[in-house]
Structures are given as C-alpha cells and as structure tokens.
C-alpha cells in the first residue's frame, strides 16, 4: 500500500526557516500532483502549495514569497522550503498526493502530519 510520511516539523522562532520533507513509499506506478495543506487549530485546512508532475507550482496567497515548494521524482519525495515564518503559520502540515498503482487508478493520499510551532 502507498504510504506518505512527513518530516521536519518542530519548533522555530518567528523569523526563522524550516524544511519540510514528504516521501511516498510502496507500489507506485506514477505519482501525479502533489502538495502541502495545513491545519491551524480552529481553522479550516487549507492548501498551502502544489505542484504538478510537470513542474507547475501554486501557492497560498498568505505564503507566497516565503515558501516554496518543490519534489524530486527519482526519490518520490516533495519538500516545502518555509521561511520567514510568522505565528501564523503554526499549524500541523499534511502532505498530499494524487498517486497510480498497478492495481488502482490515481488516488489522493494523505501524511499523518508534521506539527510546525512558530514561537518566540
């Protein structure tokens, strides 16, 4: 089965950078887009950013400039390069993807998330 496990996460003052990192594991025959969503408590998830197979990218207004997303094929692996990051971003980051396997048509799946705490 498909497998996503984030890392990175932890604490950071505001200011700071982080790199957060999503690798997909087991019977994968393609990986299409994949991406970043948060969850703040209280809020909503939202997305943070995506990128498609070919290289496309969209972010949220509220990270533009500050983060950028990226994700190496041969590795199966996307990142998401966080800096300049405010309270406002603390929030548990989920990883996801729209994944095929040899047994089923493309499916998104989800990381269990990675908690970034932005605190002084």
């Known amino acids: 089965q498909v497998q996503l496990v984030e890392s990175g996460g932890g604490l950071v003052q505001p200011g700071g950078s982080l790199r957060l990192s999503c690798v997909a594991s087991?019977?994968?025959?393609?990986?299409?887009?994949m991406g970043w969503y948060r969850q703040a408590s209280g809020k909503q998830r939202e997305l943070v950013a995506s990128?498609?197979?070919?290289?496309?990218?969209n972010y949220a207004e509220s990270v533009k400039g500050r983060f950028t997303i990226s994700r190496d094929n041969a590795k199966n692996t996307v990142y998401l390069q966080m800096n300049s990051l405010k309270f406002d971003d603390t929030a548990v980051y989920y990883c996801?993807?729209?994944?095929?396997?040899?047994?089923?048509?493309?499916?998104?799946?989800w990381g269990k998330g990675t908690l970034v705490t932005v605190s002084s």
């Open positions: 996801a993807s729209l994944i095929a396997t040899p047994q089923l048509p493309p499916l998104s799946y």
């Open positions: 087991g019977s994968i025959s393609r990986i299409h887009d």
């Open positions: 990128m498609t197979s070919g290289g496309s990218t």
